[in-house]
C-alpha cells in the first residue's frame, strides 16, 4: 500500500478501508485452506499460494452487446470488462467504500467540486503501454466526444465542459486535467461526493490508444489494464476466454488462471450444463428452477440479495394520480411477500425502501405505506376518489405477465377497483410511450445500481427534469435534499439522502415493489464459501476458488 | 433442360428484391426506437441518440433507407452492421454453416428412420409392427419440438450423458439431439405418407405383374413400389426443408447452437434491420433454389417428367 499524506478536511475513506480489508484477509489467510472465503470483497489479498495456479473457471454470460467500456450498459458485457480494465477506483463490497484502482489516493476541496487523484506509478495496458493522468484524460474526452456516441457519456455530466463538448462547442472536457504524469485533477459542475465511487463504474476505465482508431475491432480483444487479459478474440455467441494478467499491480490478484465465459442463449440450457458437470458456475438460475435448485445441487447453491429495483411508477402527469392518497392506497393493497411466494419462489425480498438495503445507508422501516393493509388502503382509496378504471403497463416477454397481473387482481379485490386492463409493449415501444407521456396508469420499471451509492438509487430516477423520471416526479424540497447530500461530508450525507429518501417514501412517485435475488449454482469443482455476487448482480468471478482434483 | 434452369434461376431476381422489401418494410414498421431501447432503463443522452440515429440512417424516410441500404449491397457488397458495429456478413459466415449442418442432420434423421418406418409399415400392413409404427408417429407428430427438445435433453443428455446437452463443442455429435429434435414431426410426416403411397402402389397391376414374373419381394417393393412412391415423399422434404429453418429458431435456442435461426429471432426483437433482412433473403434464396432442385428430382425419379 501508498502511504496517505495527510489530509485536512481531505477524503481519507480508501485508507482506512484498505486497511480494514486487509487485516480480514490476514485473519483468513489463517485459516489454512479457507483460502480468500472471507473475501467477498473487491480487496482481498489472495497471498502467494493462490496466486499461481488457480485452475480454469467456466461460468455462464449472456452474448455482451459490446465490449467497449465506455459503450457497455448492460451486465453481461459490464461483468467481463470489470475484468478486463481497472478503473481508478474500485468499490468494497464490504464497507461499501470507494477504494484504489489505478488511483492511490484522492482528495476533494471543502465544497466537494474540485478533486485530485493520485496515480499508482506501475501500471501499464496489456500491450505494455504504461498508463499516467493523460491516459485517462484522452479516454473521457473521447468518450465524451459526440461523433463518437458512448453511450456512457451522460454519467460524465457532473465535470465541468461537459456540455460544451457534448454539443460541439469544446473539442476537450475543460473539468479533467493532468497536471503532472501522475495527478489528475477534477473540476466539477457542482459538489458531488460520490465522484470515488462513481468513477469505480465501467464508463471510466482507461482505453489505450488503439481503441479510439478502431473502436470495433479493438472490441473483439480489448487491450486492458485489469486482472486479466483477453485469449484470443471473443468468439460471438460462443465464448470470451480470459487469462490472469500476472504483472497487475493491484492489490487483489484474480483467484483463478483463466475464466472461460460460455455465451448461451437459454439460460434452461446452461442450467442443465452446470448439472452435467460440463459448466462450472451460473448466476442466473432460471426463475422456474428456483424451487428445485436445493433439490439438483445440494450445498451448490445459494441466493444472493441484490439492488435490482421493481417499481411500480406512477405518471404524475396525469390527474387521477396526483392525491398522494391514492399512491398510498395503491401501495398498501399490495401484499408483496404473497405474490413473492407463489410468484417468484421467494427470489425477491419486499421493498420497504428505495435505497437497497444491503447499502450501509439503507433502513429497515423507513416506510409507512408498505406494508400490507387492506382495510387501511380501502378506506384511503375510497376517500381520496380514486380512479375505477386502471390500465397498468409493462414490457413484454421479460416474465413480468404473472405478477403484474397479481397485483392487479389484489387491486380489485382489495380497492374494489372494477376494470383493470394491460398494456404490455415491447421494450422500445415501451419506451416511446414513456418519453411521450401517454402513459395513462402504473406502469412497471427498474433500477439497478451502476455503483453503490445512495446519490445513484434516487438521482437518476426522481430529481425533477431527469432523464430517468418517468414518473415526471418533482419535489423542490427532495432537489434541495440531494444536492445538499452530494455536497456534504461522506459521514453526514448518508442522513441527508435518508431524508430524501423519507421524502420519496411519502410522496411515492413510484410504488416500490421488490428488490431481486439471484440464484447461483455451481459445480462440485467450485469451492462454495468463496461464491459472491455484489449488488449490481455481478458475481465475484475472479475470487472462485477451484477445488483440487 | 439448361434453358428450363436459366429461366427459372432469372425468377430469382423480383424474388429477391420483393423479399427484401418486404422484410425491410416489415422491420420498419415496428413500433419503437431501436436505439433508444438499446440503453435500457437507462436513457442515453439525446445527443448519442442522434448520432446513432444518424449513423444507421434511421431518421431517413423508408423508401431512402432502403434505396441506401440496397446501394451499399450492390456496390460494395456491404450488408451492413448491428447496432453495435459487427458486419451482417460476419454473422452470416459463423451462424451457416452451423444451421445448414442442422439441418443436414435433421434431414438425414428424417430419410433414413422416416423411409425405414414407412417402408416397413406398409409392407408389414395391419401388424403388431404396423400399429407400433403408427402409434409412435402418431406420439412424435403430437408432441411439441419444445417438449421432444427437453426430453432428448434431459435423457441422452444430462442421466445417460451420451450426447452433449447444447453448445457445439464435441463436433458432429453435438448435433446428434438437436438434429433429432428438429426432424421428429416431419420424419413421423415422412413415414405415414410413405406408408399410405406405398401400401397404395403395392396393390396396382405393375406390382402384381412383377411379382408374378417370380421378381424377389424386395426387390419389387424397392423398384417397383418406392421408386412410385417417392415423388409426393419428396415435395414434402423440400418444402419442409425450408419450414425446417423456422424450426431452428426454436431448436438452436434451447440447445444453444449458434446459428441462423437464433441469430433472426434475436435481430427480430432488436429490430435489427439490416440483419434481419441479410438473413431473411438467404433464406428466401435458399427456398427458391431448392425448388429447383425438387423439380428437377421429379425428373430423376419418374421418367415421364421432362422440363424443355
Known amino acids: 500500500m501508498t502511504t496517505h499524506k495527510p489530509q485536512g478536511s481531505a477524503r481519507r475513506r480508501s485508507a482506512v478501508a484498505m486497511t480494514a480489508a486487509a487485516a480480514l484477509v490476514l485473519a483468513a489467510c489463517g485459516n489454512g485452506d479457507d483460502g480468500n472465503g472471507d473475501g467477498g470483497n473487491g480487496t482481498a489479498d489472495n497471498g502467494g499460494a493462490e496466486a499461481a495456479g488457480g485452475g480454469t473457471v467456466s461460468a455462464y454470460n449472456c452474448?455482451?452487446?459490446?465490449?467497449?467500456?465506455?459503450?457497455?450498459?448492460?451486465?453481461?458485457?459490464?461483468?467481463?470488462?470489470?475484468?478486463?480494465?481497472?478503473?481508478?477506483?474500485?468499490?468494497?463490497?464490504?464497507?461499501?467504500?470507494?477504494?484504489?484502482?489505478?488511483?492511490?489516493?484522492?482528495?476533494?476541496?471543502?465544497?466537494?467540486?474540485e478533486w485530485t487523484f493520485t496515480l499508482g506509478e506501475d501500471w501499464t495496458f496489456h500491450n505494455g503501454d504504461p498508463i499516467d493522468a493523460n491516459t485517462f484524460v484522452e479516454t473521457f474526452n473521447w468518450v465524451v466526444d459526440p461523433d463518437n456516441a458512448q453511450q456512457n457519456t451522460s454519467f460524465y455530466d457532473v465535470i465541468v465542459g461537459y456540455e460544451d463538448v457534448v454539443n460541439g462547442d469544446a473539442e476537450e472536457l475543460a473539468g479533467v486535467t493532468a497536471t503532472d504524469d501522475y495527478t489528475l485533477e477534477f473540476e466539477l459542475n457542482e459538489p458531488f461526493s460520490p465522484l470515488p465511487m462513481m468513477l469505480s463504474y465501467t464508463?471510466?476505465?482507461?482505453?489505450?490508444?488503439?481503441?479510439?482508431?478502431?473502436?470495433?475491432?479493438?472490441?473483439?480483444a480489448p487491450v486492458g489494464n485489469g486482472r486479466y487479459q483477453m485469449d484470443g478474440e471473443w468468439e460471438h455467441d460462443v465464448q470470451i476466454a480470459v487469462d490472469r494478467y500476472e504483472d497487475w499491480p493491484g492489490?487483489?490478484?484474480?483467484?483463478?488462471?483463466?475464466?472461460?465465459?460460455?455465451?448461451?442463449?437459454?439460460?434452461?440450457?446452461?442450467?442443465?450444463?452446470?448439472?452435467?458437470?460440463?459448466?462450472?458456475?451460473?448466476?442466473?438460475v432460471p426463475p422456474n428452477r428456483l424451487s428445485t435448485m436445493e433439490a439438483d445441487f445440494g450445498d451448490n447453491q445459494t441466493m444472493f440479495d441484490t439492488s435490482s429495483f421493481t417499481y411500480m411508477g406512477l405518471p404524475l402527469y396525469q390527474e387521477e394520480f396526483q392525491d398522494k392518497d391514492v399512491r398510498h392506497a395503491l401501495s398498501m393493497a399490495i401484499d408483496r411477500q404473497l405474490i413473492i411466494d407463489n410468484i417468484f419462489d421467494g427470489a425477491q425480498v419486499p421493498a420497504g425502501n428505495i435505497i437497497p438495503p444491503m447499502l450501509p445507508s439503507a433502513r429497515e422501516d423507513a416506510c409507512d405505506y408498505c406494508d400490507f393493509d387492506p382495510e387501511a388502503a380501502a378506506e384511503l382509496y375510497e376517500e381520496a376518489d380514486g380512479p375505477s378504471e386502471l390500465t397498468i403497463y409493462f414490457n413484454s416477454g421479460a416474465g413480468h405477465e404473472d405478477w403484474v397481473e397479481a397485483v392487479s387482481n389484489q387491486w380489485q379485490e382489495h380497492l374494489g377497483i372494477e376494470n383493470i386492463s394491460f398494456e404490455s409493449l415491447e421494450f422500445a415501444q415501451y419506451l416511446d410511450l414513456h418519453d411521450n407521456q401517454e402513459v395513462t396508469g402504473p406502469f412497471r420499471l427498474g433500477w439497478v445500481l451502476s455503483y453503490p451509492s445512495p446519490q445513484y438509487a434516487m438521482e437518476p430516477i426522481y430529481t425533477t427534469g431527469k432523464s430517468s423520471n418517468y414518473a415526471d416526479f418533482s419535489n423542490e424540497e427532495f432537489d434541495n435534499l440531494i444536492a445538499e447530500a452530494n455536497a456534504a461530508d461522506p459521514e453526514e450525507a448518508d442522513s441527508i439522502y435518508q431524508e430524501a429518501e423519507d421524502i420519496l417514501l411519502e410522496e411515492m412517485p413510484v410504488i416500490p415493489m421488490f428488490f431481486q435475488s439471484q440464484?447461483?449454482?455451481?459445480?462440485?469443482?467450485?469451492?462454495?464459501?468463496?461464491?459472491?455476487?455484489?449488488?449490481?448482480?455481478?458475481?465475484?468471478?475472479?475470487?472462485?476458488?477451484?477445488?483440487?482434483? | 433442360?439448361?434453358?428450363?434452369?436459366?429461366r427459372r434461376m432469372l425468377q430469382f431476381i423480383p424474388v429477391v428484391i420483393a423479399a427484401t422489401l418486404i422484410v425491410y418494410a416489415m422491420v420498419f414498421l415496428m413500433p419503437g426506437d431501436p436505439i433508444r431501447a438499446l440503453s435500457g432503463d437507462r436513457p442515453m443522452s439525446p445527443q448519442?441518440?442522434?448520432?446513432?440515429?444518424?449513423?444507421?440512417?434511421?431518421?431517413?424516410?423508408?423508401?431512402?433507407?432502403?434505396?441506401?441500404?440496397?446501394?451499399?449491397?450492390?456496390?460494395?457488397?456491404?450488408?451492413?452492421?448491428?447496432?453495435?458495429?459487427?458486419?451482417?456478413?460476419?454473422?452470416?459466415?459463423?451462424?451457416?454453416?452451423?444451421?445448414?449442418?442442422?439441418?443436414?442432420?435433421?434431414?438425414?434423421?428424417?430419410?433414413?428412420?422416416?423411409?425405414?418406418?414407412?417402408?416397413l409399415a406398409a409392407v408389414y400392413k395391419d401388424s403388431f409392427l404396423d400399429r407400433m409404427v403408427q402409434v409412435s408417429l402418431v406420439i412424435v407428430v403430437a408432441v411439441p419440438t419444445l417438449a421432444i427438445g427437453f426430453l432428448l435433453q434431459l435423457t441422452f443428455g444430462l442421466n445417460l450423458e451420451w450426447f452433449p446437452i447444447a453448445g457445439t463443442r464435441e463436433g458432429l455429435v453435438s448435433y446428434v439431439l438437436p438434429g433429432i429434435t428438429l426432424g421428429a414431426v416431419s420424419t413421423g410426416i415422412v413415414a405415414r405418407m410413405l406408408r399410405s403411397e406405398l401400401v397404395e402402389a403395392l396393390q396396382s397391376d405393375y406390382v402384381r405383374t412383377a411379382t408374378a414374373k417370380g421378381m424377389r419381394r424386395s426387390r419389387v417393393v424397392v423398384r417397383h413400389g418406392l421408386r412410385n412412391s417417392l415423388i409426393p415423399v419428396v415435395t414434402f422434404l423440400g418444402a419442409d426443408l425450408a419450414t425446417m429453418l423456422g424450426g431452428t429458431v426454436v431448436v438452436e435456442t434451447i440447445f444453444n447452437l449458434t446459428g441462423?435461426?437464433?441469430?433472426?429471432?434475436?435481430?427480430?426483437?432488436?429490430?435489427?434491420?439490416?440483419?434481419?433482412?441479410g438473413i431473411v433473403?438467404?433464406?428466401?434464396?435458399?427456398?427458391?433454389?431448392?425448388?429447383?432442385?425438387?423439380?428437377?428430382?421429379?425428373?430423376?425419379?419418374?421418367?415421364r417428367i421432362r422440363y424443355d
Open chain 1, 63 to 113: 452474448e455482451p452487446q459490446n465490449l467497449m467500456p465506455s459503450n457497455s450498459t448492460e451486465v453481461c458485457g459490464s461483468w467481463v470488462l470489470e475484468q478486463l480494465f481497472t478503473g481508478l477506483t474500485q468499490v468494497d463490497y464490504e464497507t461499501y467504500e470507494a477504494v484504489p484502482g489505478v488511483a492511490t489516493d484522492w482528495e476533494s476541496n471543502e465544497d466537494q467540486t
Open chain 1, 203 to 220: 464508463g471510466f476505465y482507461p482505453m489505450p490508444a488503439e481503441a479510439f482508431e478502431d473502436p470495433e475491432s479493438f472490441e473483439q
Open chain 1, 251 to 284: 492489490e487483489d490478484p484474480g483467484v483463478p488462471e483463466r475464466i472461460e465465459w460460455q455465451i448461451y442463449n437459454d439460460i434452461e440450457t446452461a442450467y442443465l450444463d452446470v448439472q452435467a458437470g460440463t459448466l462450472d458456475i451460473m448466476d442466473s
Open chain 1, 519 to 549: 440464484g447461483v449454482v455451481h459445480s462440485d469443482r467450485i469451492q462454495h464459501d468463496s461464491v459472491q455476487m455484489d449488488p449490481r448482480t455481478f458475481l465475484r468471478v475472479e475470487q472462485l476458488v477451484v477445488n483440487e482434483e
Open chain 2, 1 to 6: 433442360m439448361t434453358g428450363y434452369i436459366i
Open chain 2, 48 to 119: 448519442v441518440l442522434e448520432t446513432l440515429r444518424e449513423q444507421y440512417n434511421l431518421n431517413d424516410p423508408f423508401l431512402v433507407q432502403y434505396a441506401k441500404y440496397m446501394w451499399g449491397v450492390f456496390t460494395a457488397g456491404d450488408f451492413g452492421t448491428t447496432f453495435q458495429g459487427r458486419p451482417v456478413l460476419d454473422i452470416i459466415q459463423q451462424g451457416l454453416p452451423i444451421t445448414v449442418t442442422l439441418a443436414l442432420v435433421a434431414l438425414s434423421f428424417q430419410i433414413v428412420i422416416g423411409v425405414i418406418a414407412g417402408v
Open chain 2, 260 to 277: 441462423l435461426g437464433g441469430q433472426i429471432f434475436r435481430s427480430i426483437q432488436a429490430q435489427e434491420n439490416t440483419v434481419v433482412v
Open chain 2, 281 to 303: 433473403t438467404l433464406f428466401v434464396l435458399f427456398y427458391v433454389v431448392l425448388n429447383l432442385v425438387v423439380d428437377l428430382l421429379y425428373a430423376a425419379i419418374d421418367p
